[in-house]
């Protein structure tokens, strides 16, 4: 698979046709082994997977949930800085740190230690506003942090639940990421002894990325998000009150849904304007009276022309 523009260190794949799951591969961790957003499990392998990533995209082996003979499928690929190496800012050395400063883009394993609360170099220039994580070894699911929730709340992308039913001051040490680090309490999704942990920190960069939250308002004239560029990647989530999917839109018009095997489907819930987005549905998962997060990505990235 070709065309990425860069040798991916961070690649999303899912089939578009089949009812298949989700799959996150990345450089630090290796080709081959996989987490899937849409499940509870622990990381697994896969020699047909993703089996290398490559100078300009990647090679998929015979596996079907990255290869299904006639099936169709989609990759979101990001760069960071290939395997990395180990980070020695805060509390825990991370056995590898891979960073793209400029597109506010990392990833980070570490081994965990229950016996207090921990500090975690994330390599970034500015504080984490998004972070994704992944206890390695057991099926806990995936703890994801978002700055306009608090520290002491999560969501689990496998699940459609809000933050009002996932409080728990130990996930995050009930402490805000800096500049350089990220916090982790004594909870086993984030921070038990000998366990095996990978993060995926993001934070906005003008004119490529934005994480943030809004309000929606119950109507087909939608709410307005302001980015400061026009999408190509958004997703969405409802937080409060309830929860609903994990939306993700694509340019196309497609929509899939990251906590489900789901094939992609479209539909008019949202416009992708030169600017942001506007909600064009009253839906529960994007434009009811609501709160919802977002991470969004831009088509034509201002700054960082091999962002894709």
Known sequence: VSGTGFQPDFTWTKSRSNTLN??????????????????THAEGTDAQSLKTFDSDGFTVGTDTHINTNGATFVSFNWKANGSGSANTTGTINTISTSANVDAGFSIVKWVGNEGSDESIGHGLSKAPEMILTWNLDEGWGNATYHKDM??????????????????????WANTAP???????????????????????????????????????????DGTFVYLGFRPMWILV????????????????????????????????????????????????TVNDSADYIYMAFAETPFKYSNAR
């Open 22 to 39: 989700h799959n996150i591969y990345d450089a630090i961790r290796g080709a081959t082994k996989m987490l899937k957003p849409n499940l």
């Open 150 to 171: 608090g520290t002491d709340k999560y969501l689990m992308m496998s699940e459609t639940t809000g933050h009002e039913n996932m409080s728990d001051t130990d996930i």
């Open 178 to 220: 800096t500049s350089s680090v990220f916090y982790v309490g004594t909870d086993i999704m984030t921070n038990w002894d000998d366990r095996n942990y990978i993060a995926y920190c993001f934070h906005s960069v003008d004119g490529y990325s934005k994480f943030g939250s809004f309000k929606g308002n119950n109507n087909a």
């Open 237 to 284: 989530k409802r937080i409060y009150p309830n929860g609903f999917n994990w939306m993700l839109f694509r340019h196309d018009d497609k929509q899939l849904e990251a906590n489900s095997t789901s094939v992609e489907f479209g539909g008019d819930y949202i416009d992708m304007l030169s600017n942001g987005f506007k909600a064009r549905t009253q839906t529960n």
